[in-house]
C-alpha cells in the first residue's frame, strides 16, 4: 500500500531555511506526480507546490522564489528547499501522490524567533 514518510521539519528563525523529504513507497514512484501540501492551525491545507512525473512544476503564489520543489526517482523521494522562510510558512507539512486521498503523518515547521 502507498507509504509516505514526511522528515526534515523543525524550528528556524524568519529568514532561514529548511529541506523537507518525502519518502515514499507502495506504488511506482516514477509514474507519479508529487505534491507538498501544508495546514496551519485553524486553517485548511493547501497546496503549496507540485512536480508531475514529467518534471512540471507548479507553486503556491505564497512560495514562488522561495521554495523549490524535487524529486529524486531512483530514491523514491520527494523534496521541498524552502528558504527565506516567514512565521507565515508555519504549518504541519505532508506530501502526496497526485490523485490519491493518502497522508503520511506530516512534519512540522515553525518558523519563530
Known amino acids: 500500500q502507498v507509504q509516505l514518510v514526511e522528515s526534515g521539519g523543525g524550528l528556524v528563525q524568519p529568514g532561514g531555511s529548511l529541506r523537507l523529504s518525502c519518502a515514499a513507497s507502495?506504488?511506482?514512484?516514477?509514474?507519479?506526480?508529487m505534491s507538498w501540501y501544508r495546514q496551519a492551525p485553524g486553517k485548511e491545507r493547501e497546496l503549496v507546490a507540485k512536480?508531475?512525473?514529467?518534471?512540471?512544476?507548479n507553486y503556491a503564489d505564497s512560495v514562488k522564489g522561495r521554495f523549490t520543489i524535487s524529486r529524486d526517482n531512483a530514491k523514491n523521494a520527494a523534496y521541498l528547499q524552502m528558504n527565506s522562510l516567514k512565521p507565515e510558512d508555519t504549518a504541519v507539512y505532508y506530501c502526496?501522490?497526485?490523485?490519491?486521498?493518502?497522508w503520511g503523518q506530516g512534519t512540522q515547521v515553525t518558523v519563530s524567533s
Open positions: 512536480i508531475s512525473a514529467g518534471g512540471t512544476i
Open positions: 507502495g506504488f511506482t514512484f516514477s509514474s507519479a506526480g
Open positions: 502526496n501522490v497526485i490523485g490519491i486521498a493518502k
